[in-house]
């Protein structure tokens, strides 16, 4: 089966400038997560869906950040307006449900501010 | 904040079994260790995980100690491809919606 799919890969923008990344799961994965990587630390989640609601964005800069998966599908994650310390590389991965082991990542999108 | 402890890095010989080991002191009796890595510019991988008994799957095997303090994620010949950050993750699928918390992980450099 295809893998999580996303896009762009790379992305560079001027601080204050508006991003978005597309993400698109597993085709029947109702859970979907998004993560930030800053380069040398691990993953950290921002926010996860299940289905087309939000079940977490506890760590997600709201004043900035928003996100959406309007019909339970594919995902967008935007930045606005994006900060220096917004460089890192945002992963998006899904699961197939609540009870199922295993999250499947994309390749991720490397954005630097500059 | 994880709950596991890793090595920062270590190194290993092609050919040879890596043996990464882990430290969860404070995981509860329905908690799983998991084990993911990361290989560079990819996206975490997915490579086994076990709950109280050892594991093995085509990738790796996973011993986990009787008293489940702690782990060791072994890859019986290791390849230049196995070069990546390893993380152990301590999780519950079901809690907290599947939210992994991921720790710095311990970079693993495999040498000719």
């Known amino acids: 089966e295809a893998g999580v799919a996303q896009s762009p890969r790379y992305k560079i923008i001027e601080k204050r400038q508006s991003v978005a990344f597309w993400c698109n799961p597993i085709?029947?994965?109702?859970?979907l997560y998004w993560y930030q990587q800053i380069l040398g630390q691990g993953p950290k989640l921002l926010i996860q869906f299940q289905n087309n609601g939000v079940v977490d964005d506890s760590q997600l800069p709201k004043d900035r950040f928003s996100a959406e998966r309007l019909k339970g599908v594919d995902s967008t994650l935007k930045i606005q307006p994006a900060k220096l310390e917004d460089s890192a590389v945002y992963l998006c991965?899904?699961?197939?449900?609540?009870?199922?082991?295993?999250?499947?990542f994309g390749p991720g999108t490397r954005l630097t501010v500059l | 904040d994880a709950k596991t402890t890793q090595p920062p890095s270590m190194d290993c010989a092609e050919g040879r079994a890596a043996n990464l080991p882990c430290n969860h002191s404070t995981i509860s009796g329905n908690e799983y260790v998991y084990w993911y890595r990361q290989i560079h510019s990819q996206g975490p991988q997915y490579i086994i995980h076990?709950?109280?008994n050892n594991e093995t799957n085509e990738m790796a095997s996973l011993i986990i100690t009787e008293d489940r303090k702690s782990s060791t994620l072994i890859l019986p010949h290791a390849t230049l491809r196995d070069t990546a950050v390893y993380y152990c993750i301590v999780y519950k699928p079901t809690d907290s919606w599947g939210k992994l918390q991921f720790g710095a992980g311990t970079q693993v450099v495999v040498t000719p």
């Open positions: 085709s029947g994965h109702a859970t």
């Open positions: 076990g709950l109280k």
């Open positions: 991965a899904s699961r197939r449900g609540v009870m199922a082991d295993t999250q499947y």
